[in-house]
T-cell receptor, first 113, second 113 residues
Framework: KQEVTQIPAALSVPEGENLVLNCSFTDSAIYNLQWFRQDPGKGLTSLLL?????REQTSGRLNASLDKSSGRSTLYIAASQPGDSATYLC????????????FGKGTLLTVNP | NAGVTQTPKFQVLKTGQSMTLQCAQD?????MYWYRQDPGMGLRLIYYSASEGTTDKGEVPNGYNVSRLNKREFSLRLESAAPSQTSVYFC????????????FGPGTRLTVT
């Protein structure tokens, strides 16, 4: 079964720190990889999607990279703020089809003022 | 654009009762999905519809049925609710080309007693 693993499960940092969230997957033949944010009691919000032909994607203070050969993706958050506190999930296509996604269990990020 | 909408937001059922969760999207997306999210289990795909008129089972379909009513709407039915179906249910949609970026609704929190 294809798996997506996110480490760490939880992370607490002081405001202003730069941080990296990790996502690893067992199937290197991926198509796209998507990062989501989930606030407590809310749905998932798409942050970044990296196409398989790309190595990274940036949006504001967020940068996501993709290394298919090692089966890893990282989400870099620069100058973290308390408003960044949320659960971050990565997801990749399941079974080589873009129709279905397999999700990691997420990293719960707390940014302390 | 409202994006993906779900009703109801909260529901409490007794064991054996039935109900239908409604989902609609206004982005003209072809594919729609139902997920459930449980602590420690992450997000799991229940059913999906790759296009209007088609539905397929996901990872955890037992105890559920779906209907793709038209391109906009995709409903999830619990015929005889069980406590194991206590969960948060999310609907999502995506366009069937290019990025396959998934967009999520706000969720329905279901408790079965």
């Amino acid at each position: 079964k294809q798996e997506v693993t996110q480490i760490p499960a939880a992370l607490s940092v002081p405001e202003g720190e730069n941080l990296v969230l990790n996502c690893s997957f067992t199937d290197s033949a991926i198509y796209n990889l998507q990062w989501f944010r989930q606030d407590p009691g809310k749905g998932l919000t798409s942050l970044l999607l990296i196409q398989s032909s790309q190595r990274e994607q940036t949006s504001g203070r967020l940068n996501a990279s993709l290394d298919k050969s090692s089966g890893r993706s990282t989400l870099y958050i620069a100058a973290s703020q308390p408003g960044d506190s949320a659960t971050y999930l990565c997801a990749k296509p399941a079974g080589g089809s873009n129709y279905k996604l397999t999700f990691g269990k997420g990293t719960l990020l707390t940014v302390n003022p | 654009n409202a994006g993906v909408t779900q009703t109801p937001k909260f529901q409490v059922l007794k064991t054996g009762q039935s109900m239908t969760l409604q989902c609609a999207q206004d982005m003209n997306h072809n594919s729609m999905y139902w997920y459930r999210q449980d602590p420690g289990m992450g997000l799991r795909l229940i059913y999906y519809s790759a296009s209007e008129g088609t539905t397929d089972k996901g990872e955890v379909p037992n105890g559920y049925n779906v209907s793709r009513l038209n391109k906009r709407e995709f409903s999830l039915r619990l015929e005889s609710a069980a406590p194991s179906q206590t969960s948060v249910y999310f609907c999502a949609s995506t366009e069937n080309r290019d990025l396959y970026e998934q967009y999520f609704g706000p969720g329905t929190r279901l408790t079965v007693t």
